[in-house]
């Protein structure tokens, strides 16, 4: 995955509430 090079500010606590923002975002396509 490429999530570091489009947020390279994240911290861990927040990746995942990024990566289940992505997995939500994706499933509804």
């Known amino acids: 995955m ?3 090079l ?3 500010e ?3 606590e927040q990746l ?3 990566l ?3 997995l939500s ?3 509804e396509v």
């Open 25 to 27: 975002l994706m499933s």
């Open 10 to 12: 994240v911290l861990p």
């Open 2 to 4: 490429k999530i570091e």
């Open 20 to 22: 289940a923002l992505l």
């Open 16 to 18: 995942d509430d990024f």
């Open 6 to 8: 489009l947020i390279p």
